[in-house]
């Protein structure tokens, strides 16, 4: 069975940062991509990745909102992948959830991704 499991939210004031978590298992980690996503409040969950991550050879894409600010990384060894948020804003407060995908492209879309996690949620305060 694939299992996602998102960890690391939470609530920080604007400007603040987290440290998000992504353990993954039931999959063979190395041969996906994993990327980030974000629902906020009242809104369907963005088409677009915040972040992606190819566990094939490390290439990275973020959007062009987060860079800079986040960045995304992956331990092959411990199946993990990471989200490091910094100088976070308001209107990025929502869920966040952690999606794997069989292909890498040159964008980072939501129908791309086969599995997920359940979300994890964070709060920006302004």
């Known amino acids: 069975e694939v299992q996602l499991v998102e960890s690391g939210g939470g609530l920080v004031q604007a400007g603040g940062s987290l440290r998000l978590s992504c353990a993954v298992s039931?999959?063979?980690?190395?041969?996906?991509?994993i990327g980030w996503f974000r629902q906020a409040p009242g809104k369907e969950r963005e088409r677009e990745g915040v972040?992606?991550?190819?566990?094939?050879?490390?290439?990275?894409k973020s959007g062009d909102s987060v860079k800079g600010r986040f960045t995304i990384s992956s331990d092959n060894a411990k199946n993990m992948v990471y989200l490091q948020m910094n100088n976070l804003k308001p209107e990025e407060t929502g869920v966040y959830y952690c999606?794997?995908?069989?292909?890498?492209?040159?964008?980072?879309?939501?129908?791309?991704?086969?599995?997920w996690g359940q979300g994890t949620r964070v709060t920006i305060s302004s």
């Open positions: 972040s992606c991550i190819s566990n094939v050879d490390g290439r990275t």
């Open positions: 999606a794997a995908a069989e292909v890498w492209g040159r964008r980072c879309p939501i129908e791309y991704f086969d599995f």
């Open positions: 039931g999959l063979s980690f190395n041969d996906y991509t």
